[in-house]
T-cell receptor
């Protein structure tokens, strides 16, 4: 257990539905990341928060995806109008540190999304 | 961030030392070399990180030559539980985001 939790662990939904995932990082960590991982591939960066500010978004993050981190603590990732191609493991990670420190990221167990 | 290249898979036996080499020809001055381990259905776990020369912790050693164009992760006396995917990454920049490749699948046999 890294101290980062994600909920739910598994989600099955029908195409076109909206889903929301939650990530609770390690409490003192100011940085929070979302990644997506498909079978046989390494995780892909989606977006990054420093405290409550979303500072970077990948081009992978279409306008159907939105992420928030109100109050700089937990974060949510919402996918609207899900598509079968959204089926993947969604990973959250948190870290502490400033730019250029190469800080260790602590990953949660992930939320596995299956879109039928 | 620099692209890294590593073998797709490696085989080893219990008790052996395993060395996984990674090439990163275009590494930036402020990038760190970081290795993560991932078991099926789990998030990646940090193993070790270095900038240059040698770094050692309780689970691994990391060797980075002076030109920093490659690095080698060394796992001493592997066990069956070390069977996993190992990712080599160049980490840095303002966000420290991680850019993963496909990693190296290490299979440890009895």
């Amino acid at each position: 257990d890294t101290g980062v939790s994600q909920d739910p662990r598994h989600k099955i939904t029908k195409r076109g539905q909206n889903v929301t995932f939650r990530c609770d990082p390690i409490s003192e960590h100011n940085r929070l990341y979302w990644y997506r991982q498909t079978l046989g591939q390494g995780p892909e960066f989606l977006t990054y928060f420093q405290n409550e500010a979303q500072l970077e978004k990948s081009r992978l993050l279409s306008d159907r995806f939105s992420a928030e981190r109100p109050k700089g603590s937990f974060s949510t990732l919402e996918i609207q109008r899900t598509e079968q191609g959204d089926s993947a493991m969604y990973l959250c990670a948190s870290s502490l540190g400033g730019a250029g420190t190469g800080g260790e990221q602590f990953f949660g167990p992930g939320t596995r999304l299956t879109v039928l | 961030l620099a692209k890294t290249t590593q073998p797709i898979s490696m085989d080893s036996y219990e008790g052996q030392e395993v060395n996984i080499t990674c090439s990163h020809n275009n590494i930036a001055t402020n990038d760190y070399i970081t290795w993560y381990q991932q078991f099926p259905s789990q998030g990646p776990r940090f193993i070790i990180q270095g900038y240059k020369t040698k770094v050692t912790n309780e689970v691994a050693s990391l060797f980075i030559p002076a030109d920093r164009k490659s690095s080698t992760l060394s796992l001493p006396r592997v066990s069956l539980s070390d069977t996993a995917v190992y990712y080599c990454l160049a980490q840095g920049g303002a966000t420290n985001k991680l850019i993963f490749g496909t990693g190296t699948l290490l299979a440890v046999q009895p």
